[in-house]
Protein backbone atom coordinates (compact mmCIF):
# COMPACT_ATOMS: atom_id res chain seq x y z
CA UNK A 1 0.00 0.00 0.00
CA UNK A 2 1.29 3.61 -0.89
CA UNK A 3 0.71 5.95 1.94
CA UNK A 4 -0.98 9.19 -0.11
CA UNK A 5 -2.52 11.13 2.59
CA UNK A 6 -2.04 10.92 6.51
CA UNK A 7 -4.01 13.13 8.41
CA UNK A 8 -4.49 13.89 12.43
CA UNK A 9 -8.74 14.27 12.82
CA UNK A 10 -9.38 13.75 16.75
CA UNK A 11 -7.99 13.04 20.20
CA UNK A 12 -10.08 12.14 22.86
CA UNK A 13 -10.75 9.53 25.87
CA UNK A 14 -14.26 8.92 24.72
CA UNK A 15 -15.49 5.88 22.57
CA UNK A 16 -19.05 7.63 21.53
CA UNK A 17 -16.49 10.96 20.66
CA UNK A 18 -14.55 9.36 17.82
CA UNK A 19 -15.26 9.30 13.62
CA UNK A 20 -19.13 8.36 13.20
CA UNK A 21 -18.27 7.05 9.86
CA UNK A 22 -18.12 3.65 8.94
CA UNK A 23 -14.15 2.81 7.68
CA UNK A 24 -12.59 0.40 9.02
CA UNK A 25 -9.64 1.17 11.88
CA UNK A 26 -6.60 -0.24 12.48
CA UNK A 27 -5.42 0.46 16.00
CA UNK A 28 -2.20 0.50 17.92
CA UNK A 29 -1.34 -0.23 21.51
CA UNK A 30 1.85 -1.53 23.64
CA UNK A 31 3.37 -0.75 26.89
CA UNK A 32 4.93 3.15 26.68
CA UNK A 33 8.22 3.23 25.28
CA UNK A 34 7.84 0.07 23.13
CA UNK A 35 8.24 2.84 19.90
CA UNK A 36 4.45 2.83 18.92
CA UNK A 37 4.76 6.59 17.90
CA UNK A 38 7.89 5.98 16.15
CA UNK A 39 6.27 2.73 14.30
CA UNK A 40 3.08 5.24 13.63
CA UNK A 41 5.07 7.57 12.32
CA UNK A 42 7.79 5.45 10.07
CA UNK A 43 4.28 3.45 8.66
CA UNK A 44 2.64 6.50 7.74
CA UNK A 45 5.81 8.38 6.00
CA UNK A 46 5.14 11.19 8.40
CA UNK A 47 7.67 12.32 11.31
CA UNK A 48 5.71 14.03 13.21
CA UNK A 49 2.21 12.64 13.19
CA UNK A 50 2.46 10.87 16.17
CA UNK A 51 4.08 12.13 19.01
CA UNK A 52 7.24 10.28 20.39
CA UNK A 53 8.05 10.81 23.79
CA UNK A 54 11.09 11.14 26.22
CA UNK A 55 8.56 10.53 28.79
CA UNK A 56 7.15 7.10 28.52
CA UNK A 57 3.46 7.33 29.15
CA UNK A 58 2.38 11.37 28.06
CA UNK A 59 -0.25 10.12 25.90
CA UNK A 60 -3.49 9.23 26.82
CA UNK A 61 -5.71 9.97 24.72
CA UNK A 62 -7.51 8.08 21.40
CA UNK A 63 -5.69 9.61 18.72
CA UNK A 64 -7.44 8.75 15.07
CA UNK A 65 -5.41 9.59 11.97
CA UNK A 66 -7.01 9.55 8.62
CA UNK A 67 -4.76 7.10 6.21
CA UNK A 68 -5.69 7.73 2.16
CA UNK A 69 -8.60 8.90 2.94
CA UNK A 70 -9.99 5.37 3.34
CA UNK A 71 -9.18 3.47 6.77
CA UNK A 72 -8.07 5.34 10.44
CA UNK A 73 -4.90 4.47 12.14
CA UNK A 74 -5.72 5.08 15.57
CA UNK A 75 -3.04 5.93 18.31
CA UNK A 76 -4.20 3.99 21.47
CA UNK A 77 -2.98 5.18 25.29
CA UNK A 78 0.08 2.66 26.35
CA UNK A 79 -0.54 0.40 29.16
CA UNK A 80 1.14 -0.44 32.62
CA UNK A 81 3.17 2.35 32.98
CA UNK A 82 4.02 1.98 36.38
CA UNK A 83 5.05 5.16 38.04
CA UNK A 84 1.57 6.61 37.52
CA UNK A 85 -0.74 6.45 40.43
CA UNK A 86 -3.10 3.40 40.48
CA UNK A 87 -6.11 5.81 40.05
CA UNK A 88 -4.74 6.91 36.75
CA UNK A 89 -4.19 3.55 35.57
CA UNK A 90 -7.42 1.78 35.96
CA UNK A 91 -8.80 5.04 34.34
CA UNK A 92 -6.67 4.63 31.29
CA UNK A 93 -7.43 0.82 31.56
CA UNK A 94 -11.10 1.49 30.95
CA UNK A 95 -10.72 3.72 28.45
CA UNK A 96 -8.76 1.17 26.42
CA UNK A 97 -11.33 -1.91 27.42
CA UNK A 98 -13.86 0.24 26.47
CA UNK A 99 -12.82 1.09 23.01
CA UNK A 100 -11.43 -2.23 22.00
CA UNK A 101 -14.95 -3.74 22.89
CA UNK A 102 -17.23 -0.96 21.88
CA UNK A 103 -15.62 0.35 18.74
CA UNK A 104 -17.56 -1.85 15.98
CA UNK A 105 -15.03 -0.77 13.41
CA UNK A 106 -11.89 -1.56 15.01
CA UNK A 107 -10.92 -4.19 12.42
CA UNK A 108 -7.16 -5.31 13.70
CA UNK A 109 -5.30 -4.77 16.88
CA UNK A 110 -1.49 -4.02 16.40
CA UNK A 111 0.24 -5.28 19.97
CA UNK A 112 3.58 -4.29 19.80
CA UNK A 113 5.89 -5.60 22.03
CA UNK A 114 10.02 -4.92 22.21
CA UNK A 115 11.84 -7.73 20.41
CA UNK A 116 14.81 -7.00 23.49
CA UNK A 117 12.49 -8.59 25.98
CA UNK A 118 11.18 -11.81 27.46
CA UNK A 119 7.52 -12.12 26.79
CA UNK A 120 6.34 -9.62 29.81
CA UNK A 121 3.65 -10.78 32.28
CA UNK A 122 1.55 -7.43 31.08
CA UNK A 123 1.50 -8.29 27.38
CA UNK A 124 0.66 -11.92 27.63
CA UNK A 125 -2.56 -11.35 30.51
CA UNK A 126 -3.48 -8.69 27.34
CA UNK A 127 -3.04 -10.71 24.79
CA UNK A 128 -5.27 -12.93 26.64
CA UNK A 129 -7.79 -11.30 27.28
CA UNK A 130 -8.03 -10.25 23.76
CA UNK A 131 -8.36 -13.23 22.67
CA UNK A 132 -11.55 -14.25 25.78
CA UNK A 133 -12.92 -11.36 24.26
CA UNK A 134 -12.70 -12.39 20.25
CA UNK A 135 -10.27 -9.01 19.02
CA UNK A 136 -8.87 -9.93 16.11
CA UNK A 137 -5.12 -8.45 16.87
CA UNK A 138 -1.54 -9.60 15.06
CA UNK A 139 1.65 -9.11 17.17
CA UNK A 140 4.43 -6.43 15.84
CA UNK A 141 8.09 -6.53 17.13
CA UNK A 142 10.06 -3.51 17.59
CA UNK A 143 13.26 -2.14 17.81
CA UNK A 144 14.63 -5.40 15.73
CA UNK A 145 17.91 -3.26 14.28
CA UNK A 146 18.76 -3.63 18.32
CA UNK A 147 19.79 -6.63 18.17
CA UNK A 148 21.46 -8.98 15.87
CA UNK A 149 19.73 -11.43 13.53
CA UNK A 150 20.74 -14.76 15.79
CA UNK A 151 19.07 -12.92 18.57
CA UNK A 152 16.59 -11.57 16.71
CA UNK A 153 15.40 -15.01 15.45
CA UNK A 154 15.92 -16.30 19.34
CA UNK A 155 13.40 -13.65 20.53
CA UNK A 156 10.82 -14.31 17.75
CA UNK A 157 10.84 -18.13 18.92
CA UNK A 158 10.57 -17.28 22.10
CA UNK A 159 7.87 -15.11 21.67
CA UNK A 160 5.85 -17.30 19.37
CA UNK A 161 6.29 -20.57 21.48
CA UNK A 162 5.41 -18.36 24.27
CA UNK A 163 2.18 -17.88 22.61
CA UNK A 164 1.93 -21.30 21.71
CA UNK A 165 1.20 -22.54 25.02
CA UNK A 166 -2.52 -20.66 24.95
CA UNK A 167 -3.44 -20.94 21.28
CA UNK A 168 -3.67 -23.12 18.41
CA UNK A 169 -3.62 -21.07 15.88
CA UNK A 170 -0.90 -18.38 16.23
CA UNK A 171 -1.77 -14.32 15.04
CA UNK A 172 0.03 -13.10 12.88
CA UNK A 173 3.77 -11.35 13.82
CA UNK A 174 5.58 -8.77 12.46
CA UNK A 175 9.21 -7.74 12.98
CA UNK A 176 9.82 -4.27 12.59
CA UNK A 177 12.10 -1.66 13.01
CA UNK A 178 11.03 2.13 12.51
CA UNK A 179 14.94 3.11 12.65
CA UNK A 180 15.31 1.18 9.38
CA UNK A 181 12.08 0.93 8.27
CA UNK A 182 11.93 -3.00 8.54
CA UNK A 183 8.69 -4.54 8.19
CA UNK A 184 6.93 -1.55 6.79
CA UNK A 185 5.53 -3.10 3.93
CA UNK A 186 4.93 -6.13 5.08
CA UNK A 187 2.14 -4.26 7.84
CA UNK A 188 0.77 -2.18 5.48
CA UNK A 189 0.06 -4.77 2.62
CA UNK A 190 -1.47 -6.82 5.28
CA UNK A 191 -3.58 -3.95 5.99
CA UNK A 192 -4.31 -3.02 2.45
CA UNK A 193 -5.28 -6.92 2.70
CA UNK A 194 -7.97 -6.90 4.83
CA UNK A 195 -9.17 -3.50 3.50
CA UNK A 196 -9.78 -5.40 0.30
CA UNK A 197 -11.60 -8.17 1.95
CA UNK A 198 -14.11 -6.38 4.13
P1 LIG B 1 6.20 5.08 22.55
O1 LIG B 1 6.26 5.60 23.95
O2 LIG B 1 5.78 3.64 22.51
O3 LIG B 1 5.42 5.93 21.60
O4 LIG B 1 7.72 5.02 22.03
P2 LIG B 1 8.55 6.04 21.10
O5 LIG B 1 8.20 5.85 19.68
O6 LIG B 1 8.45 7.42 21.69
O7 LIG B 1 10.01 5.42 21.30
C1 LIG B 1 10.58 5.23 22.57
C2 LIG B 1 12.10 5.25 22.42
O8 LIG B 1 12.54 4.16 21.63
C3 LIG B 1 12.60 6.50 21.72
O9 LIG B 1 13.82 6.88 22.32
C4 LIG B 1 12.83 6.04 20.28
O10 LIG B 1 13.83 6.77 19.61
C5 LIG B 1 13.25 4.60 20.48
N1 LIG B 1 12.85 3.78 19.32
C6 LIG B 1 11.61 3.63 18.83
N2 LIG B 1 11.60 2.79 17.78
C7 LIG B 1 12.87 2.41 17.56
C8 LIG B 1 13.51 1.54 16.61
O11 LIG B 1 12.92 0.94 15.71
N3 LIG B 1 14.87 1.37 16.74
C9 LIG B 1 15.58 1.99 17.73
N4 LIG B 1 16.89 1.74 17.78
N5 LIG B 1 15.01 2.81 18.63
C10 LIG B 1 13.67 3.03 18.56
Sequence with gaps: MKIKSAEFVISNTDVNKCPADNKPEYAFIGRSNVGKSSLINMLTDHKGLAMTSQKPGKTLLINHFLINNEWYLVDLPGYGYAQRGAQQREQLAKIIRTYILKREQL????????????PQAIDMEFIRWLGENGVPFSIVLTKSDKLSNTRLNESLERFKSKLAEEWEELPPVFVTSSQQKTGRDNLLDYIEQINRAL
Design 107 to 118: TNLFVLVDSRHE
